[in-house]
């Protein structure tokens, strides 16, 4: 189970609801996807009022839990600001913290990202991060209050994958017991393989679904690569080799042995 802030969920994926063809198919794609939480943006959906009230109703129907996001904030001003309103719009403690240092690569501002953090974990806040790769900024979101981590893969809607694979083992080695998440630049069900079989407590992702041929399938394919990379770690994972090993044993040869010179 994947636990959170205290509550316990069966799915390992977060799912944001932006960018889908239509509000059916981003119902389909969770139902499809298993996730029990989704995330919102409030600064992005309520700048269409028309289209943000189906929107509305459409998450309140899913029944999932909604993990408001602070999307398109770039101080931490107004991350808090943003995040006060949406505890009061949504009734959750709940919040993703995004604080956007650059509108072309959509990468954490994080010296903002720490201050928000800390302001509104004092404040009341469940406060999810989303960071970089960087175990020293990890540590002070953790000082801050933030007892979930959520590191980049690469940038958000990049599908690039795991760009730095080794920093994101380091922060789970220093991190054992915080859960960590993968959130954002994942593209293909086994860049999620391999963000679990690192053992990583979760995914978030957006565009490697809503944009996909097939978003409902692909929701699919999701869910059971995290399943499965999840069940490959915890069943342990045999470490790579320089050498090649007989993968079949040879106690004695049965046979006896063909002398090939004669
Ligand atoms: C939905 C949301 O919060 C995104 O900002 C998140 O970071 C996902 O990024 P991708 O779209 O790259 O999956």
Redesign the pocket.
């Known amino acids: 189970m994947l636990e959170l802030y205290g509550t316990e969920f069966s799915s390992r994926m977060l799912?944001?609801?932006?960018?889908y063809a239509s509000p059916d198919l981003l119902r389909q794609a969770v139902e499809a996807s298993g996730a029990e939480i989704v995330?919102v943006?409030l600064r992005r959906e309520s700048a269409r009022a028309k289209t943000g009230q189906g929107f509305w109703g459409l998450i309140e129907e899913l029944g999932c839990r909604v993990l408001p996001?602070t999307?398109g904030c770039h101080t931490a001003k107004e991350a808090i600001t943003t995040a006060q309103m949406a505890r009061e719009l949504f009734g959750t403690n709940w919040i993703?913290l995004?604080v956007i240092a650059n509108d072309d690569t959509?990468q954490p501002e994080v010296f903002g990202l720490v201050e928000a953090a800390a302001e509104l974990n004092a404040d009341g806040f469940d406060v999810l991060p989303?960071t970089t790769e960087d175990l020293s900024v990890a540590e002070r979101l953790a000082a801050a209050g933030c007892e979930v981590l959520m590191p980049?893969?690469?940038?958000?809607?990049?599908?690039r994958g795991l760009a730095n694979k080794t920093a994101l083992k380091t922060l789970r080695a220093y991190f054992p017991d915080t859960p960590l998440i993968v959130?954002?630049?994942?593209g293909a069900a086994s860049h999620a393989a391999e963000v679990m079989e690192m053992g990583y407590d979760g995914v978030?992702?957006?565009?490697?679904?809503?944009k996909a041929g097939d978003p409902v399938t692909m929701a699919r394919g999701f869910a059971s690569a995290i399943e499965g990379g999840r069940l490959a770690y915890e069943a342990g994972i045999v470490e790579p080799r320089d050498m090649a090993t007989p993968s079949t044993p040879i106690a004695g040869t049965p046979f006896f042995k063909i002398d090939n010179a004669s």
């Open positions: 799912l944001g609801t932006a960018g995330t943006s996001n999307a993703k995004e959509l989303y980049w893969g690469s940038p958000i809607g990049s599908a959130d954002a630049g994942l978030l992702l957006n565009t490697a679904v809503a």
